[in-house]
């Protein structure tokens, strides 16, 4: 079955360092998403991609995140210079189309973990 | 504005039958998602309304009122392996498919023997 792949699954960084979290979406579907999980709190919505530019973002994402879909396989995540509220675990999700039901995939995570 | 409220944590016993609420205020409508999320894990799509009424998988079930803002989720049949969080998500705005998904808090459901 087809899967959300997300590198690396956990990261540990120095507080003001850049990261960059890694994603392939599901080969076929078209709308990437970034959320993030901050231990025992709900999923947080990040910003929504398709058709190479950013559909929607939240409040959290703020200037300091960034996203690009580099060579049409990978979809990354870049948070320059981390703080420790940046430590969660973030997921990659995708979704096949507009017009079906619209799950959403997840990837299984990746862990940040900012000192 | 948006608020999605489900119970915080629910315990049950296994073989039997639990249901899982969720109210929500959203700024429009275009479908109710469920997700179980096991611990440390990615969530995991179980179930979707966007008609009222109740939608069947198996041993998991949905239910929607668009009217009263309200969905539950019905698991029967209890195993142990169904310890987990279950997410209530709604995808807000006036019909566009790709809207994000706003999370609830998430309902922890422990199943013991």
Redesign the interface.
Known sequence: EPEVTQTPSHQVTQMGQEVILRCVPISNHL?F?W?RQILG?????LV?F?NNEI??K?EIFDDQFSVERPDGSNFTLKIRSTKLEDSAMY?CAS?E?????????????SRLTVL | GQNIDQPTEMTATEGAIVQINCTYQTSGFNGLFWYQQHAGEAPTFLSYNVLDGLEEKGRFSSFLSRSKGYSYLLLKELQMKDSASYLCAVREGGGSGNTPLVFGKGTRLSVIA
């Open positions: 709308y998403y959320y709190q709900k999923v947080e919505f929504s398709y559909s929607e939240s997921f979704q189309g507009k017009y079906r039901a619209g799950e959403l995939f997840f990837g299984e995570g």
